[in-house]
Structure formats: C-alpha cells, structure tokens
C-alpha cells in the first residue's frame, strides 16, 4: 500500500480572533455539557442501542443522547453553521464553518466501564468530510472521568485546563512511544497488526488506550511520543488535530492507494521519521 504526497488545504474563508476564541470557549462549554451527561448516564444502565459497521462497532443510548444534546445546543447558539457528527447528525450551513463532533470517543471503554474516554467538539472551514482539505478554527476534547479538558483556537494556543500545552522535543524514533488504534473492519485490522509487528521492534513501544481524539491530546501534553492510525474519520481528528498543531506539534493525513488515509500525528522532527517507517511497513504487508 503507498501513499500519495498530502494534499494542502485550499484557500478557505477563517473567521477573525474575536470569533476564533469565542468559538472555542463554546466548544469547550458544548463538550463539558456532553461529558457531564454521558458521565450521568454511566452511572445508569450503559447498553448497546445498535451496532454499525461491524458487531464490534456498537452506539450506545448515550451516544446518541450526546449527539442529540450537542446538536440542538449548536442550532440554538449557531443556526448559521453545518453540523457533522458520527451518530448521522448533517446539517449544511451558510456560513462556511461546520461543527464536527465526537459524541463519545471511547466508546468501548465507555461500555466497559473504562476511563479513557471524551467528547470531541470542533469547528472546521473548508469541507468537514475530508480531512486533507479542511481547517479546523477551534475544538475541545473533553475527559469526564480524568477532569480534563482540552481545547485549542486557531492562532491562540491549545491548553490543557489553565495550563498552556507544548509539544515537547522529539526523541529519536528507537525511543518513541507510539499510539495506534485498530478498525473495527476484521481485514483492515489484521493488515494493522501486520503492520505493527513491522514497526514494533523500531519504537519504544506501542499504546492502543482505545480514543484516538484522546491519544492525539496526549501527544501535545507530552504523554505520548506520537499516534498513527489507519482509518480515522473526521469527528476523531478534527478538534484533537488543532490541540496538537497550536501545541507545536505536527499532523498529516495520507490518502493511500484505496482511498483510506493514514493519519500521523506527532511532534515536527518525528513526523517524517514516522511517516517513513509506517509507509515502509506497509509496503511490505
Ligand atoms: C474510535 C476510537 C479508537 C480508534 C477508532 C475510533 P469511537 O472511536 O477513537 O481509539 O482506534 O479508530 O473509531 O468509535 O470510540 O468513537
Ligand atoms: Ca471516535
Ligand atoms: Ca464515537
């Protein structure tokens, strides 16, 4: 499997700083609401509503709810803008922003009962389905069980809660800490596990913690060295993809030869190192 070279963004209309950061403080309000619902809801009963792409791939009730809650808070604050979300909200707006949402990123370890999970709310400029040609403006990634919120604007900085986040300096890739995730397709992850027996032996090791918007955040705190993932869609990356660029850090989708993308998020130095290992790998599948 090659890649072609990543796309740039064409020219699309950003709206000015005011706006930028009135936005992201409405993200992180949005995706505090959503998280303090699903939390609510966790501590009811969690079950499945419906399975999608694969019997792996569930929805749960409170996915749903969250989608439901971000979306209608968005038409009462926002009626000018699109709407995208992972559980079939679409809405074409006016204004050229789109809100891009993760109503539940996790959500097996939500249904399990594990921590790692968020809601991930973004606003995009250009067109919010393809993630090699948009601009996300602003986003939120909020952690209702760890009490974190991240959030970043486009020009002003991403953060942590009050602390300001920095992609620290990048090791070498023998000493990296690499996040992954695995589709919830059966032959694209045996091809992903292919790949990482590849790759395994070059890095530090490997993380899968199960929410790529997550992983992605943990790579401009400095948890994590890097996270790259086959198969990531709109609503994982769109908020977590600023975090990590206003963070210093650096992210790229390469569409490969059948239309997937890779996605590799990381800090500058690693990005083509990694980039390299992963496209070497998975030529050799
Ligand atoms: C999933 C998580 C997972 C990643 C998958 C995503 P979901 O999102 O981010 O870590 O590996 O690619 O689809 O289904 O929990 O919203
Ligand atoms: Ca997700
Ligand atoms: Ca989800």
Redesign the pocket.
């Known amino acids: 499997m090659t890649s072609t070279p990543p796309t740039t963004a064409p020219d699309v209309a950003i709206p000015g700083r005011e706006v930028v950061a009135e936005l992201r403080r409405t993200c992180e309000a949005l995706a505090q609401r959503a998280g303090d619902l699903v939390l609510q809801m966790r501590r009811e009963a969690v079950d499945v509503a419906a399975t999608k792409s694969s019997l792996t791939?569930v929805v749960t009730r409170a996915?749903l709810a969250s989608e439901k809650l971000l979306t209608e808070l968005i038409e009462e604050l926002r009626p000018q803008d699109g709407v995208l979300g992972?559980e079939g909200a679409r809405r074409v707006g006016q204004s050229g922003l789109t809100w891009v949402l993760?109503?539940?990123?996790?959500?097996?370890?939500?249904l399990y009962g594990r921590a790692d999970?968020a809601v991930s709310v973004a606003v995009v400029a250009g067109d919010p389905a393809d993630m090699t040609a948009w601009r996300p403006v602003a986003g939120a990634v909020h952690a209702p069980v760890h009490h974190r919120t991240f959030s970043a604007g486009l020009g002003l900085g991403a953060s942590d809660g009050d602390r300001e986040l920095r992609v620290p300096p990048a090791p070498e890739l023998a000493q990296a800490l690499v996040g992954?995730?695995?589709?919830?397709d059966a032959a694209v992850r045996a091809w992903q596990g292919r790949v990482l027996a590849d790759v395994l032996p070059r890095v530090r090791d490997v993380r899968?913690?199960?929410?790529?918007?997550?992983?992605a955040c943990a790579v401009a705190a400095g948890e994590l060295d890097a996270h790259v993932?086959r198969?990531?869609?709109p609503?994982?990356v769109a908020a977590a993809e600023l975090i990590v660029t206003e963070a210093g850090g650096a992210v790229r989708h390469d569409r490969q030869d059948d239309g997937s993308i890779v996605t590799v998020i990381t800090s500058r130095d690693l990005l083509g190192p990694l980039g390299d290992l992963f496209a070497h790998a998975s030529r050799d599948v």
């Open positions: 791939d996915d992972e993760d109503p539940i990123d996790g959500t097996v370890n939500y999970y992954t995730g695995f589709s919830y899968r913690a199960g929410a790529g918007a997550l992983d993932e198969g990531l869609q609503w994982d």
